[in-house]
């Protein structure tokens, strides 16, 4: 099972706090790890702290003719562009291997106020 954390808070940017969500991200791992199991993680969090690590847009190959559009893919590192450190190898590799997946996010923390009649 691939468990996909998409906060963008951790402890790089932002010291001190745990995400909800990343704390929801251990207790599916804990609980499917329990069932028996493998859950591999990808914290996407690392991208908003870590400038090394990038996930660039797909280029559309296979809008110009199929044929060009293959995995691994071969558009990246684009020297060109500035486009290099691309970890969407790495994360379609673990997607592709996955039996399952879940992906977990933030929501807004928007609070309603309550209407007085």
């Keep these: 099972m691939l468990l996909i954390c998409g906060s ?3 402890d790089g940017n932002c010291p001190g706090e745990i995400s909800k969500t990343w704390r929801l991200t251990t207790t599916a791992k804990t609980t ?3 069932a028996g199991m493998e859950a591999d993680v990808l914290d996407l969090s690392w ?3 870590s400038h090394h690590i990038n996930i660039h847009p797909c280029k559309s190959c296979v ?12 558009c ?4 060109a562009q500035g486009q290099t450190s691309d970890r969407t190898t790495e994360i379609y590799e673990r997607w ?3 039996h399952g997946i879940i992906i977990l996010t933030p929501v807004s923390g928007i609070r309603r106020r309550a209407r007085s009649n």
């Design 8 to 10: 963008s808070r951790n």
């Design 32 to 34: 499917l790890q329990n």
């Design 47 to 49: 991208l908003t702290s």
């Design 63 to 74: 809008l110009t003719a199929m044929p060009l559009c293959h995995w691994p893919c071969s």
């Design 76 to 79: 990246y590192p684009n020297y």
């Design 96 to 98: 592709t291997a996955a």
